[in-house]
């Protein structure tokens, strides 16, 4: 039985809704603790590191409208980011293109989510993962953990954590743009759009993109 098998499918249906305290309070009672909200961005780019968010959350009021990073336009992530940062507890990690190409992107991103869960100030007794993973390194420290699909737009650690990290990401590249501005890194974040594969295609991988990546792979293996 996982941990996510351990409360009732009756009573997570009950609690299942948009961004809502009491599915993290439900599992802060199971477990006996504080837990913490973790997801990550950036899993999907060609280009860039993916970045992780730990967050626990404390009794000061959740931004207005909190929910799924994806779903909140980029100055509304801004405030709810500056307001999470201040009122609650936060850890960031990020693994590098050099590890996600020596690891895998899935390995990379657990191994990252691991490491901002290890930096709270506040440890956890538990963690809460959008998506199907839970880090194994979380559970070699004695963490409980359930990973909860769709859980950014649902619970609201999570979405407070993905809020966190897509900034944190965002930031990060527009950066990476000033050092390498031909491939206009500040507009698609290094995703996959006709735009970034044009330019990938005039002017080739720069070290920010994933070789382990098939587009970037076979670019690579058609120029060799």
């Given at each position: ?58 009794d000061a ?43 895998n ?42 990973a ?5 737009s ?7 954590a ?63």
């Open positions: 039985m996982t941990d996510r098998d351990s409360l009732s499918g009756d009573l997570f249906a009950d609690l299942a809704g948009p961004c809502d305290r009491r599915i993290e309070e439900a599992y802060a009672r199971q477990w006996g603790g504080p837990v913490a909200g973790v997801d990550e961005a950036g899993r999907g780019p060609w280009a860039g590191p993916v970045v992780t968010a730990a967050v626990i959350l404390t009021p959740l931004p207005a409208g909190l929910t799924d990073s994806k779903q909140v336009g980029p100055a509304a992530r801004e405030a709810m980011y500056e307001a999470i940062c201040r009122d609650h507890v936060v850890a960031l990690a990020s693994a590098s293109v050099a590890r996600i190409d020596a690891m992107i899935r390995a990379a991103t657990l191994w990252a989510m691991a490491r901002a869960v290890a930096a709270l100030a506040v440890p956890p007794v538990g963690v809460l993962v959008d998506g199907r993973d839970v880090p194994p390194d979380c559970r070699a420290r004695g963490l409980r953990g359930a909860l699909v769709k859980g950014d649902r619970v609201a650690a999570i979405a407070a993905s809020i966190v990290a897509k900034v944190t990401r965002d930031r990060m590249m527009e950066v990476a743009a000033r050092h390498h501005p031909e491939y206009g890194f500040e507009r698609h974040r290094g995703y996959g759009t006709a735009d970034h594969a044009a330019r990938l295609a005039q002017h080739g991988p720069c070290p920010l993109h994933r070789r382990s990546f098939r587009p970037i792979r076979e670019m690579l293996a058609g120029r060799g």
